[in-house]
């Protein structure tokens, strides 16, 4: 079974400034992750995913994320971030070649309060 | 844009009641999913469907059941509405390369 663990609940920043939302994860097989956003009252949106290939992924409004297989993570950046980018970010992976996606598993959410 | 419906988009109920979900799709994916949201708890599945007539249960299915009985429709049914109910149900497809998932935009369900 996989697991997913973001080590922070919440992250505050200032406007423009960096940030890393970390998450990692357990598996004994191989995964697909994925970074989803949460805007108030809304509902997850897709930010970007690793399936396979390059270790980088680049997603949408600027946020990248690397997965790091020896240290099973799959953190998210931003060199800037902007007061719009306040939400909830959710990590969660997948198994590879699983049927049902229901290993899809989520981790409980890190809430990224930008301040200016 | 996923086109994913789900109706009501809020609903206050009394506790003992039924209660009836409905999500909407119009992209004739095969498999989709019903999750609650609760703080603290991230998502978390509570049944899926592959297939018409096809169902299996998440990880937290005690208290609802599920039926599909069109591809484009999945309906998730609190038979007696508790309060631990009272949450942020999300309807989701999977569509695309990785078991992509993509959700709807939630309905918010108050047991009072």
């Known amino acids: 079974a996989q697991s997913v663990t973001q080590l922070d609940s919440q992250v505050p920043v200032f406007e423009e400034a960096p940030v890393e939302l970390r998450c990692n994860y357990s598996?004994?097989?191989?995964?697909?992750l994925f970074w989803y956003v949460q805007y108030p009252n809304q509902g997850l949106q897709l930010l970007l995913k690793?399936?396979?290939?390059?270790?980088l992924v680049k997603g949408i409004n600027g946020f990248e994320a690397e997965f790091n297989k020896s240290q099973t993570s799959f953190h998210l950046r931003k060199p800037s971030v902007h007061i719009s980018d306040t939400a909830e970010y959710f990590c969660a992976v997948s198994a590879v070649n699983q049927g049902g996606s229901e290993k899809l598993v989520f981790g409980k959410g890190t809430k990224l309060t930008v301040n200016p | 844009d996923a086109g994913i419906t789900q109706s009501p988009r809020h609903k206050v109920t009394e506790t003992g009641t039924p209660v009836t979900l409905r999500c909407h799709q119009t992209?004739?994916?095969?498999?989709m999913y019903w999750y609650r949201q609760d703080p603290g708890h991230g998502l978390r599945l509570i049944h899926y469907s592959y297939g018409v007539k096809d169902t299996d249960k998440g990880e937290v299915s005690d208290g609802y059941s599920v039926s599909r009985s069109k591809t484009e429709d999945f309906l998730l049914t609190l038979e007696s509405a508790t309060s631990s109910q009272t949450s942020v149900y999300f309807c989701?497809?999977?569509?695309?390369?990785?078991?992509?998932?993509?959700f709807g935009e939630g309905s918010w369900l108050t047991v009072v």
């Open positions: 989701a497809i999977r569509g695309g390369a990785g078991n992509t998932i993509y």
């Open positions: 598996s004994s097989v191989s995964v697909y």
């Open positions: 690793y399936l396979s290939g390059s270790t």
């Open positions: 992209e004739n994916h095969r498999y």
